[in-house]
């Protein structure tokens, strides 16, 4: 007789054993269902820290740039469309703006966003302070015309009304925060092959990157330096990065953390090589949503988590949360409408009604950066002159100018006009209708203006001639930069001919 041990049934079966091992990869050893109070309410304090960056980075550019003395006056863009478009511009250009475009009102609402900014970071009215910050923003984006005209605007604003709907119920808000950064990063990857640009499907655009980026920092001339093979290798895991990786977002909790890092890794060798203000710290703001309570427990010191656990919010009511569910269903087919003309398809009119009804409110962007990659670098140089004969150049504060003046960081701090000034370079001068303007402050030696510059030759006596030089500037060799040069510079051309104020 065979001891009960023998029996087939009390043999394990090879299904049971498999079982546990792939449950453990997948979720690790944290089997209850994952809790996300502590993430939620660190997300959202830190997302105070981007809206103060944000706002505190606009409200020290923003007489120069639109006020009343500025490049693109806020008034002028109010008469202007106010007296033709009726009650429709509260819809088209919904902004606060339409009550007084004034240079008051143009800092109140800069530094209200501040401190908003703050009243979330210590979570005072948390959900009043992010309804109100989205609304300053919006603002502040129509009113800054072409100076707030970058992706990482709509970028912070989609992401604040998710986080108001988050502050409402936690898990669609999460999930809906995760589809954000999904089509961020994957259609940041999807546009790069879409523009059949040779350098992105050869694997060649890292090296032109680093030293062609609008803002380089101190570390991109030693990134440009690097082995061609490691850059190509390089730009082959950002494709990984960017079109893989934002599937494991949706995957089981550990392929989560994958992702999670990989995205992390991606943002933080941007961020050493690229001043791009807070985008990227606001993308790996994101990447803490791919993570649960368990997973910050283990990082983070015990008494931080202690903190976190006790002012955590709780679940929201089963209503509430079934209104965020219905809206997010309605942000997502939107961004799938978006998504769909993207990749150029051609949805129902109908869709396209709906996208356009609330397209105004920036709820939904479409995304994408960096598809095409520029191979050479070309600066404007500006001169100004008492003579005609002797010219003095103007000195930015961060863009390259001077040969010998080391890259330098700005973040989370974006300088518009400098990154103006890279858009130009790029664009015929004809197109360009903020520069024109621009050297006319610089001719009337504007105080507002020139307190954007570094440097400003004329600051006792405003120039008779300004004129903009073409030069093209690459990242010096080893040589030269032992002898203190950092840029390599040869001149093209006349970006903007000679140009004087018109005598009365």
């Not at 453990?24 to 997302?47: H, K, N």
């Not at 949503?289 to 955590?312: C, G, N, T, W, Y």
């Not at 030069?471 to 051309?493: I, M, N």
Request: charged share 15%; aromatic share 14%.
């Amino acid at each position: 007789m065979q001891e009960a041990s023998d029996s087939p049934s009390a043999r394990p079966d090879a299904r049971d054993l498999v079982r546990p091992r792939i449950s453990l990869f997948l979720w690790g050893r944290d089997y209850g269902p994952p809790r996300y109070d502590s993430v939620s309410f660190l997300f959202l304090r830190l997302f105070g820290l981007i809206y103060l960056a944000a706002f505190t980075s606009f409200g020290v550019q923003a007489l120069g740039l639109i006020g009343s003395h500025g490049i693109l006056p806020l008034a002028e863009l109010v008469e202007a469309i106010g007296g033709r478009a009726g009650t429709e511009r509260f819809f088209v250009m919904p902004m606060l703006f339409w009550i007084s475009a004034g240079d008051f009102a143009l800092q109140a609402v800069c530094w209200a966003g501040a401190g908003f900014s703050l009243l979330l970071i210590f979570n005072v009215l948390p959900r009043l302070s992010l309804f109100v910050l989205y609304v300053l923003y919006l603002s502040l984006l129509y009113g800054g015309q072409t100076f707030m005209s970058f992706q990482w605007d709509t970028f912070l604003l989609e992401t604040g009304f998710l986080a108001l709907l988050m502050s409402f119920a936690q898990t669609p808000g999460i999930w809906l925060l995760r589809w954000l950064l999904f089509r961020f990063m994957f259609m940041s990857g999807v546009v790069k092959l879409l523009s059949a640009d040779p350098n992105w499907w050869n694997l060649s655009a890292l090296q032109y990157h680093f030293f062609t980026q609008p803002l380089p920092t101190p570390l991109a001339w030693y990134a440009a330096h690097l082995p061609p093979f490691m850059l190509r290798s390089a730009t082959a895991g950002l494709f990984v990065v960017e079109l893989v990786l934002p599937f494991l977002i949706f995957c089981p909790r550990r392929l989560r953390f994958f992702a999670g890092l990989g995205i992390l890794l991606l943002q933080s060798c941007i961020l050493i090589t690229g001043n791009y203000n807070w985008f990227n710290l606001q993308t790996m703001l994101l990447c803490l949503l791919l993570f649960d309570d368990a997973a910050l427990q283990k990082i983070l010191p015990q008494r931080l988590i202690k903190v976190l656990s006790a002012r955590a919010q709780q679940q929201a009511r089963k209503t509430v949360s079934r209104l965020v569910g219905a809206l997010g269903l309605l942000l997502v087919f939107l961004t799938l409408v978006q998504m769909d003309e993207r990749f150029g398809g051609s949805p129902p009119a109908a869709m396209r009604e709906i996208d356009q009804l609330i397209e105004p409110m920036h709820l939904v962007s479409s995304y994408g950066l960096f598809a095409v990659m520029t191979t050479q670098r070309e600066e404007i140089v500006i001169e100004g002159s008492q003579d005609g004969i002797e010219w003095r150049a103007y000195e930015f504060r961060y863009k390259p100018g001077d040969v010998a003046r080391r890259p330098l960081w700005n973040i989370p701090h974006q300088p518009r006009l400098d990154w103006q000034m890279w858009f130009a370079a790029l664009d015929d001068p004809r197109n360009v209708r903020w520069f024109p303007r621009f050297l006319e402050r610089l001719l009337e030696n504007e105080p507002a203006v020139t307190a954007l510059l570094e440097k400003n030759p004329f600051a006792d006596r405003r120039p008779q001639y300004i004129r903009a030089q073409f030069y093209d500037y690459t990242f010096t060799g080893d040589l030269e930069k032992s002898r203190g040069l950092w840029w390599r510079r040869r001149a093209v051309g006349l970006y903007f001919p000679v140009v004087r104020l018109k005598v009365e």
